[in-house]
């Protein structure tokens, strides 16, 4: 059954479907055990502590986040083992952050560039805890990374700062291509760069433990023998895009945001009242539009403004009531999560908690 919102709701508003997520959770940690993967979800995507507590709960290792705010913010509620999965570039203030940041938690950090590293070494130098590091390769996502040949000498320049090198990561973003076949070539191709990168360090004479891969369209597509250690974010939730490529059905969605509608101009046209400082602004190659209606799941969003989504309907389909309250799954639910303050939990209709996005607007 799709996610239903709750009405009589103060719209627009995020609500979250517990028993979808949990059951979300539990697959990803189950896959993972399965696969001979440990599982160090992303948070970026849900912010939120209660959620981390239930993927933690379920068998993840830790976490990842994008940012040292994120991470301060998990580190304040508990969380005590976090892998920034990003190649920081040091100024003064954030040095003095890492630093506290790796009193406190068992820390891992991203590198992709000599200067990063030694800017990460000055900062980190005399620390009492020790600060594990992977390199990040580019496995075709073109955006930062190093090609595999390359990671020896970033993995020397991280060992002459005073660092030690324990893996190599990457993000498969070209896993969300345009056809069928990108989930499966981006998994290969994970593989394959993780392998030769971690060869690479391995013949200088690093102790290379960590091979990590992610991201929830190609999790499905892995196969044993080099990476051990997955990052998807979004399959807690899932979204329209999510559901457009075949990571999931309409079943796994677990988050909505419950809009009314405001208006219905003419028989195939009406207008919500959630715009893209709700549901965000992220289009999609996989969907004709700016979301996904469980109730009118052949309509396109086909406008969006910062407070007006107009839906479309097909020929034939009758739209909603003026005041109707129904759902709308974003393209991309991790930037929707970012400009939320809270979640609202509901079960059967009813709103039974609201869980604070403790790690919202954390982008430093």
């Excluded at 009314?260 to 992220?282: C, E, H, Q, Y």
């Excluded at 009118?296 to 009758?318: I, Y």
Aim: hydrophobic content about 45%; some cysteine; aromatic content about 6%.
């Amino acid at each position: 059954m799709a996610i239903q919102v709750p009405g009589g709701l103060d719209t627009p508003t995020l609500v979250v479907d517990p028993d979808v997520l949990d059951r979300n959770i539990s697959r990803m940690a189950e896959r993972s055990r399965s696969g001979g993967f440990a599982l160090r979800p992303h948070a970026k995507s849900h912010k939120c502590v209660q959620i981390a507590e239930r993927q933690l709960q379920a068998g993840a290792f830790g976490l990842s986040v994008a940012t040292i705010s994120e991470a301060e913010a998990f580190a304040r509620n508990g969380v005590d083992d976090l892998f920034i999965a990003y190649p920081l570039w040091l100024d003064a203030g954030k040095a003095r952050r890492m630093r506290r940041l790796a009193d406190e938690v068992a820390l891992r950090v991203g590198v992709e560039s000599i200067e990063g590293a030694q800017r990460l070494g000055e900062a980190l130098r005399g620390n009492a805890r020790p600060v594990e590091v992977l390199i990040e390769i580019d496995s075709g996502a073109r955006r930062t990374g190093v090609q595999p040949h390359a990671a020896a000498l970033v993995g020397k320049a991280v060992a002459d700062a005073g660092l030690d090198v324990v893996g190599v990561f990457t993000f498969p973003g070209h896993g969300y291509g345009h056809d069928a076949q990108a989930r499966e070539r981006a998994a290969r191709d994970e593989e394959r760069v993780l392998a030769e990168a971690a060869q690479e360090l391995r013949s200088l004479g690093f102790d290379i433990r960590v091979i990590s891969g992610g991201s929830t369209p190609t999790v499905g597509q892995w196969q044993q023998g080099t990476v051990n250690e997955l990052r998807p974010g979004v399959y807690v939730f899932n979204d329209a895009t999510q559901l457009a490529m075949g990571s999931c059905s309409a079943d796994d969605l677990a988050l909505a945001a419950a809009a009314t509608v405001i208006s219905t101009p003419a028989a195939d046209r009406f207008v919500l009242d959630v715009g893209s400082k709700t549901l965000g602004s992220d289009r999609s190659p996989w969907v004709a539009g700016h979301g996904y209606l469980p109730d009118f799941p052949q309509a396109t969003v086909s406008g969006l403004w910062e407070h007006h989504a107009v839906v479309r309907l097909p020929d034939g389909v009758r739209g909603p009531r003026l005041g109707s309250v129904i759902a709308v799954v974003p393209n991309h639910v991790c930037t929707p999560v970012n400009l939320a303050d809270e979640l609202l939990v509901a079960r059967g209709g009813e709103v039974i908690d609201r869980w604070p996005v403790a790690a919202r607007g954390t982008n430093t």
